[in-house]
């Protein structure tokens, strides 16, 4: 913190006022594409750190730019705990977000070993560093739902939990999954009535020949279309599994930002467990910002 006392004359009388600027050590660190502010707050310096001054961090115009920023915060269970939070400020649990949260505590010497333990925001989850990967094991909150969307012109729709909430749209072409298409229509279903109160992304998922998952993913809090989403690739995965009745085993997805893949196991009564999200996590650039 840098203390800055200035004095104003106002009608002939002299008045001192004290404002405060801090200053911010921060790394970037990005995802397939999912790009995240990162700061190492273990000692506590950036616990007065306001929701204004996190939405001008995270503004892509007037401050460094991301698609959410990520507290290091001490814990008392754990290694450390993930404070993640979105661009506007609130907050969530973001799997891409935690890859690289744990491969900055790796990076950093913060946690020395390749097995890293951290709390979030939805509970407890294990990580493995393997190189430029990092594997996180997810933590799944619901069996995925069937849907209707009223007024809207797609296909099956299902819920998910996997962190943060999730509506799997499967699309009817590649098309549906440009930019403009995801834009349009995934803002329409977030802020749609049955959504607009609690907040939804949306996920468009297009099955190729091959096999291979396309995805797109509006996400709400940032309310834009993302290069990449953790959790929504998690989702995508374990719906493809539920339609196609797999048991076991892993599904490649294809994200704009580049490809992530999720193992899973599915029990008899429909749970899903040993869920993991596997990709890369790499350091963008390190610097100071003063707010």
């Known amino acids: 913190m840098l203390k800055i006392v200035k004095q104003l004359h106002i009608n002939k009388i002299d008045i ?13 660190y990005q995802g397939t594409g999912n790009d995240f502010i990162i700061l190492n707050n273990i000692d506590g310096s950036y616990n007065e750190l306001s929701i204004e001054q996190i939405q001008k961090l995270c503004d892509r115009k007037f401050g460094i730019g991301s698609d959410g920023l990520i507290l290091i915060n001490t814990s008392d269970t ?10 506007d400020g609130s907050k ?34 294990y990580a493995l560093v393997c190189g430029a990967d990092v594997k996180l094991e997810m933590a799944i ?14 296909g099956d729709v299902y819920y998910m939990d996997t962190g ?13 999954l440009e930019t403009s298409s995801v834009k349009k229509i995934g803002q329409e ?6 959504y607009e109160a609690q907040g939804i992304n949306v996920n468009f998922v297009h ?14 809090g940032v309310e834009n279309e993302t290069l990449s989403c953790g ?12 339609k196609e009745e797999l048991k076991s085993g892993s599904i490649n997805m294809n994200s704009k930002g580049g490809d992530l893949k999720v193992t899973f196991e599915r029990q008899d009564t429909g749970i899903y467990t040993s869920v993991y999200l596997i990709g890369p996590a790499t350091s963008i650039y390190h610097g100071n910002i003063r707010l």
Do not use: W
């Open 16 to 28: 001192a006022y004290i404002c405060y600027t801090m200053d911010i050590a921060f790394s970037k």
């Open 92 to 125: 969530s649990f973001c799997g891409n977000g935690a890859r690289c949260a744990v491969q900055f505590v790796h990076e950093h010497k913060i946690i020395k070993n390749n097995e890293v333990y951290f709390d979030a925001i939805d509970g407890a989850h």
């Open 231 to 242: 959790t929504g690739a998690t989702a995508c995965a374990l719906v493809h599994a539920l």
């Open 189 to 194: 279903i977030r802020y749609s009535e049955a």
């Open 164 to 176: 943060s909430p999730h509506l799997v749209v499967y699309a009817n072409d590649l098309s549906s």
């Open 78 to 87: 754990s290694d450390f705990f993930m404070d993640f939070f979105n661009p």
């Open 141 to 154: 909150e619901s069996i995925p739902a069937k849907v209707k969307l009223e007024s809207f012109n797609v």
């Open 207 to 220: 099955i190729k020949d091959s096999g291979d998952i396309s995805i797109a993913t509006y996400e709400r």
